[in-house]
């Protein structure tokens, strides 16, 4: 989710809490193990601290001594003359945690967790966040949760984002049918950031006209910060699952980089647009469904579906593997597109340059996929605007091929639809032609309004005149 | 840009959560043994010397604050001079003067490494603050605002700070381990700042022969940080900072607290001062360095005042602070006579204060029509006023503490801090603000709390959140004075006394970095270092006595920034060293005022100057004229300085024209007649050598004209 999440994995053993090889050595030598107080001798100097833990993904040369003073430093293993143990004091780590308080006014929201970190703790061996996640332990950390809602948790997965795919949506579907069906009044999804715009499409497809909000929330810069989003987003996330009026699937992130609103985006419209800012997730091609802050739910979009009193649901998880997205660039051979029809793909999305195309070059390999049954389909580099294959004769050509063009739908979406068309009617080429064509859950839409593209431009005037009276 | 206020009341249920943990034990009287303390917090010695006789801090002799039981440290902030900042590239040490953009954010405490939260960043919370950053694009970018993770850290800041612990004897440490330090107010947008410990445990000579100082001052630890933002402004529940400083690398030098009197702690804030200017790679300028001071006395315990920006105001400020803590000290012996006990103070759970306790009043209603201005317009603005008895403390809030203050500024300091009323005054109290409030009003809420006539009653008013939060802070306070004195982080201002500014953080505020890798620190770069290490002031110093230089001359230029430059200047032993020293302390500073330069980027080549060193040396330049050819040669830097030297070359008095602008002074002599002879001689002098800028020997001149004038005097004697 956040980049402190990221590099645990090694399976050294556990018992020497990271430590291996010439530093693991010296240890033994002088009979320490983490945890020890320690003075210690060495070329540099002597030292007096606490022998934590290290992280696996570091070398195996240093031992990390805390001071007293609160910080950590790293003595290498051969500078050591002697170490000799004057105590003993193992940390115990944990979240206050508490008993969730139920108010029977309060409405009832599912929380279920995928391994993001939303409200998190530190873990010594990999200098890595764990996720803090029972109601209690969230109740210890966003005690504000209570005021709103009574949450219910269940912790699904812990996969970090990068690693979400179709089998955890498929869970992720069905789950949130049974809370529709077991009478919850909203559901969150905490996900990391990275793929949080892939499941939510996916969940958005899976899971059709759901009666309650179905509400992805996660953090975008570490919740082991102060400064980090992770709170405020839980906390509107669950204003919008448990007293928002939406029933769609919806991604809830903070709007501005400052910590202001957040957005409700729709699960079929958002994508995550920068590596770090806490304001990467946007809307492509029409604004955001509403925003949210303090409590209160401000609706932008004039399209969107209401709440419902009922508990109908479509849940179809269903998945084809076989499909692929490729990102078309200048000078593209054939036998990309070959090579994946003879690995067996039915179905493939590119992302053609301008409005829609790919070079002459490729034409063979898309007419010879498309023979094979290949499913084609036609999406966008530049992310904004329309697949129009008719204005160029290039386009025209192409449309000849058999490749369908998918109007707006961002290239992801179509990647994650067409896997789910194909897996929900397999050989039935025009149901999954018809199904892909027809819009679902705003994947296409009739219309761009003019405001569904807001890239300002930095260093012209009147945007920096702009930008200063707003918050960024 | 307005914003709602922060209204959940969602805080309030964090603050229950978190208080159980850390924030009142923080504040009971015995600190439950919670894992590693910070060293050395209490004052070795616990007997206050309460009947010690007060006096200003130029009446006080060393022997007085050894009475006292006076100690103190320093933490020494120091910017390097590197291109870019510590964590990312932006360019270090420009100064913003446009907004470009502004970004606003909260923050919330975090647990620690070792599962705790730290007492200082619960109180930052409680707070409340909206944090604004104004950004200005060329001084600022996503790193700063804390929305992209760092980038590698600045090698050549690493390297300075290397060779500050190589100059101070520190023992080093064999990888940097990232560290994150938390800071809830606002002063850095992470929330924490990155910190590494470069070395431990150093010394450096500490020679004051005005104070009878000859000792070692040991140095604990030298850690390598980011600075954090400049404070814009703080009003209410919004505190303002500009982004430029923040992220410039620096160093903190941290002595052990073995400062003995006020004194002593300024000429060891100098020294440390001149230990890093020895690197040649520090930052100068306002702000440039920094120190937080450590003070205490016997009895009382460590209070750091933070960021003072000069070593003038030092003494007095460290002298006020040991007077504020005896008078707490005796504050409490007061209490501890009147046989008070704090836990009838005690506050139950968070809430509306007002409904939990009888000490605590809504005054609201019975204050609406009060005569006080201030308050009765916060009521107009529909503000709460809450009236807090402290039973027992009658006459007590009027105890000084500090200069012109007394302990009822410690109450209201913490509310101003903590509760955050946009509006002054925000409170008044029974023991001398009568005048405030009515008779008839002070005894309604004395009957309405049941006060009796020991007790003390304090009024504030703010919004009402605040107002629950104020009345939380003065009986908190006031329970403290039971301690003595409460660890806090407090500020210098400007008369020399100090407000508080937050409780004194704990390690527990301390956890790695999760975003940066250890970064090794290799014997080969020590050694890199080590060969390029500027000569310490000490060694210097040594170097110029050995070169015929005062002990002061030799302290002074070693310190100064045009060293290196006299160094390649390379003067000859004695006096042209010595003249060559005054020469550049005198005309080189002139120059840099004149020209408005920094002096070091006044500084001339070596290749420029050393013609006329070595003229010096070899007699073709009188030391009288080194000045008016020094000036020259830095006033007009195209000048060829043969020709400046040309101009200077030495005449002797006997030469033609010098002889004559000899006769014709004497022959305007007359005019001074009847002056004593002296002070025709010093006037003649004047007149010859003026025109000749240095170029004679004025002994030569002296002579000649005390002849020449001897023989005016006696003709004219003869022809009357």
């Known amino acids: 989710m956040s980049q402190g999440t990221k590099g645990s994995g090694s399976s050294t053993g556990a018992s020497d809490h990271g430590y291996r090889g010439s530093a693991l050595q010296v240890m033994r030598r002088f009979g320490i193990t983490v945890w020890c107080e320690l003075r210690a001798e060495t070329t540099r100097g002597s030292f007096q601290g606490l022998l934590l833990p290290r992280s696996e993904t570091s070398d195996d040369l240093h031992l990390v001594l805390k001071l007293d003073s609160g910080y950590n430093i790293g003595i290498r293993h051969d500078t050591v003359l002697s170490l000799e143990k004057t105590g003993y004091r193992e940390a115990r780590y ?17 929380l279920l967790g995928t391994g993001g970190t939303i409200a998190s703790r530190l873990d010594y061996r990999t200098g890595a966040v764990i996720p803090a996640f029972s109601p209690g332990e969230l109740y210890g950390s966003v005690p504000e949760l209570a005021d709103i809602c009574n949450i219910e948790t269940e912790k699904l997965f812990g996969v970090f984002s990068e690693n979400m795919g179709h089998e955890q949506y498929q869970v992720l579907a069905e789950k949130i049918g049974q809370a529709i069906g077991n009478g919850y009044d909203g559901v969150m999804i905490g996900h990391g950031t990275d793929t949080m715009h892939h499941t939510a499409a996916a969940l958005s497809f899976m899971v059709q006209r759901p009666p309650i909000p179905v509400v992805m929330v996660g953090s ?26 939406i029933a769609e699937v919806l991604v809830c992130m903070f709007g ?200 300002l431009q930095g260093g012209v005037p009147e945007v920096e005149a702009f930008v200063k009276r707003v918050w960024r | 840009m307005e914003t709602d206020s922060y209204a959940s009341g969602g805080w309030v249920l964090l603050l229950r959560v978190l208080s159980e943990q850390v924030y ?77 953009a502004a970004v606003l954010r909260r923050m919330r405490p975090t647990l620690s490494e070792l599962g705790e939260y730290d007492g200082t960043a619960l109180m930052e919370f409680k707070t409340r603050k909206e944090v ?71 010394s450096i000579p500490f020679r004051v022969p005005e104070l009878g100082v000859d000792r070692e001052l040991r140095i604990r630890q030298l850690s390598l940080e980011e600075d954090s933002c400049r404070e814009v402004s703080d009003v209410g529940h919004r505190i303002t900072f500009r982004t430029d400083r923040l992220g410039t690398p620096l160093t903190e030098v941290v002595t052990e607290p073995e400062l003995l009197t006020p004194l002593e702690l300024q000429a060891g804030g100098r020294l440390v001062a001149r230990v890093a200017r020895a690197t040649r790679k520090v930052r100068r300028g306002p702000g440039a360095a920094r120190q937080d001071v450590n003070v205490s006395v016997a009895g009382g315990r460590r209070i750091e005042i933070k960021g003072i920006h000069h070593h003038r105001g030092l003494p007095l400020l460290a002298h006020n602070e040991a007077f504020r803590q005896l008078n707490l000290l005796r504050l409490r012996a007061e ?26 009043m809504d005054a609201t209603d019975l204050l609406a029509n009060t005569g006080h201005r201030p308050l009765r317009r916060a009521v107009e603005r529909g503000e709460t006023a809450c009236a807090v008895r402290l039973p027992g403390f009658g006459g007590l809030l009027d105890h000084p503490v500090q200069p012109g203050a007394t302990f009822v500024r410690e109450l209201a300091e913490r509310v101003r801090v903590i509760a955050c009323p946009p509006h002054r005054p925000f409170l008044t109290y029974s023991d001398t603000g009568h005048a405030d409030l009515s008779k008839r009003h002070w005894r309604q809420l004395a009957r309405s709390l049941g006060a009796a006539a020991g007790d003390a009653v304090v009024v504030v008013w703010a919004a ?16 403290e004075a039971f301690v003595g004195v409460p660890a806090e982080t407090r500020q210098a201002l400007r008369d020399g006394t100090t407000g508080f500014e937050r409780i004194l953080p704990g390690p527990d505020r301390m956890y790695p970095d999760t975003d940066t890798p250890p970064v090794p620190i290799s014997d080969s770069v020590v050694a890199e270092v080590a060969g390029g290490r500027g000569e310490t002031p000490w060694a210097r110093e040594e170097r110029y006595l050995r070169l015929g230089l005062g002990e002061v001359a ?96 030495p005449l002797s008095a006997d030469d033609a024209s010098p002889a004559a602008t000899i006769q014709a002074v004497v022959s305007r002599s007359h005019l001074l007649d009847g002056k004593p002879p002296e002070v025709v001689l010093r006037w003649a002098m004047g007149e010859v050598l003026r025109p000749w800028r240095g170029r004679l020997d004025p002994h030569q001149v002296e002579r000649a004209l005390a002849d020449a004038l001897g023989a005016r005097v006696t003709t004219a004697e003869a022809m009357t």
């Open chain 2, 335 to 360: 209490l501890q006579r009147r046989e008070l006990d704090p836990s009838a103070l005690a506050l139950p759970d968070p809430g509306l204060p007002w409904e939990l306790s009888d000490l605590i």
């Open chain 1, 256 to 455: 501005p980089t400052s910590e202001f609103y957040n957005l409700l985006h729709r699960g079929t419209r958002v994508r995550k647009m920068h590596s770090s800012v806490r304001s990467t997730f946007r809307t492509l091609g029409d604004i955001p469904v509403a925003m949210v802050e303090h409590g209160k739910v401000t609706i932008l979009h004039e399209h969107w579906m209401p709440r419902r009193s009922d508990r109908d649901v479509l849940i179809q998880p269903h998945w084809d593997e076989r499909v692929t997205l490729m990102y078309y660039y200048p000078g593209m051979r054939p036998d990309t597109i070959d090579s994946m029809v003879d690995c067996g793909y039915r179905g493939i999305v590119l992302a053609g340059t301008g409005l829609g195309h790919v070079n002459r070059l490729v034409y063979p390999a898309l007419e010879r996929a498309s023979a094979a049954g290949v499913h084609l389909y036609m999406t966008l580099q530049t992310l904004w605007g329309f697949v129009q294959m008719h204005v160029y004769e290039t386009g025209r050509e192409i449309l000849e091929l058999g490749v369908v063009p998918l109007a707006n739908m961002i290239p992801e979406v179509a990647f994650i639809k067409l896997s789910w068309a194909l897996g929900l009617h397999g050989d039935d080429a025009d149901a999954v032609r018809s199904l892909m064509t027809t819009p679902l859950a705003g994947e296409m839409t009739d219309r761009e309004p003019h405001d569904g593209y807001l890239v």
């Open chain 2, 24 to 100: 009142m034990s923080e504040h009971a009287a015995p600190v439950p043994d919670r894992g590693i303390r910070p060293p050395g917090d209490l004052n070795p010695r616990q007997d206050p010397p309460l009947d010690f006789i007060d006096r200003p801090l130029h009446q006080m002799e060393p022997s007085d604050y050894q009475v006292l039981g006076y100690i103190s440290g320093l933490e020494v902030h120091q910017q390097l001079l590197t291109d870019s900042k510590l964590f990312c590239r932006c360019p270090a040490g420009r100064k913003a003067t446009e907004v470009d």
């Open chain 2, 464 to 479: 009402m959140d605040d107002a629950a939060t104020a009345a939380r802070e003065i009986l908190t306070r006031a329970a």
């Open chain 1, 94 to 110: 944990q979240i206050p945690e508490r008993e969730f308080p139920r108010n029977p006014a309060n409405p009832n929201v599912k």
């Open chain 2, 554 to 649: 030799a302290r002074r230029l070693a310190s100064s920034p045009w060293a290196d430059l006299f160094d390649e200047l390379a003067p000859a032993a004695g006096s042209p060293a010595r003249q060559l020293s005054t020469a550049l302390e005198l005309r080189l500073p002139f120059h840099s005022r004149k020209h408005g330069l920094s002096r070091a980027d006044v500084l001339p080549s070596a290749a420029r100057l050393e013609p006329l060193v070595r003229a010096l040396e070899q007699g073709a330049l009188l030391p009288y004229a080194l000045h008016p050819a020094l000036d020259e040669a830095l006033g007009d830097p195209d000048r060829p300085v043969g020709r400046i030297l040309a101009s200077y070359r």
């Open chain 1, 220 to 245: 975008q810069r570490s919740s082991d910060r102060p400064s980090s989003d992770a709170a405020r987003n839980l906390i509107n996330a669950a204003w919008a699952a448990g007293h928002g009026p």
């Open chain 2, 132 to 202: 604004v950053y104004l950004l200005e694009r060329s001084t600022v970018c996503t790193y700063e605002m804390d929305d992209a993770p760092p980038f590698h850290i600045d090698e050549a800041a690493v390297r300075v700070a290397i060779e500050l612990a190589l100059l101070c004897n520190m023992s080093l440490v064999s990888e940097l381990h990232v560290m994150r330090k938390q800071y809830l107010d606002g002063s850095i947008p992470t929330g924490f700042q990155r910190t590494a410990m470069v070395g431990l445990t150093g």
